[in-house]
């Protein structure tokens, strides 16, 4: 069994892929304190959360020094955006995180934000 990265093991494997169910990175909850939009911003405080939080909670509290959407953190924690809401959730409950939640207006379309998902999606093929 080969890890996928050091800071990865024990929790991944290159050939098993994530040793640990999603539902137990989150205790089994599947629903957020905090209403999340995959767009949604989220940002770390400066704030130190007290108590005890899994080393999911940390990685996230990582990749949040600058403002990232929830879809960005998912993909970057590999974990489904269920599991990765309910741990934004925690961190924002604790005061670790703020979020600014994306405004919804279905008549206008962001053109820069297109032009970079299909960048994207030319690169991975």
């Not at 600058?66 to 489904?80: G, K, M, N």
């Not at 955006?81 to 005061?95: F, N, R, Y």
Request: charged share 20%.
């Amino acid at each position: 069994m080969s890890a996928a990265a050091a800071g990865d093991a024990p929790w991944l494997d290159d050939a098993a892929g994530r040793l640990v169910r999603p539902f137990t990175v989150s205790n089994g909850r599947t629903e957020p304190s905090v209403a999340l939009d995959l767009m949604s911003q989220v940002m770390t405080t400066g704030r130190t959360p007290l108590g005890y939080l899994g080393p999911e909670h940390g990685q996230a509290l990582d990749l949040c020094r600058a403002p990232v959407t929830v879809a960005e953190v998912a993909a970057h924690l590999r974990l489904p955006v269920a599991v990765t809401k309910v741990l934004l959730a925690d961190l924002l409950d604790c005061g670790a995180l703020t979020t600014k939640p994306v405004a919804h207006d279905h008549h206008s379309t962001d053109r820069a934000l297109l032009e970079a998902v299909l960048d994207g999606l030319r690169r991975q093929l």
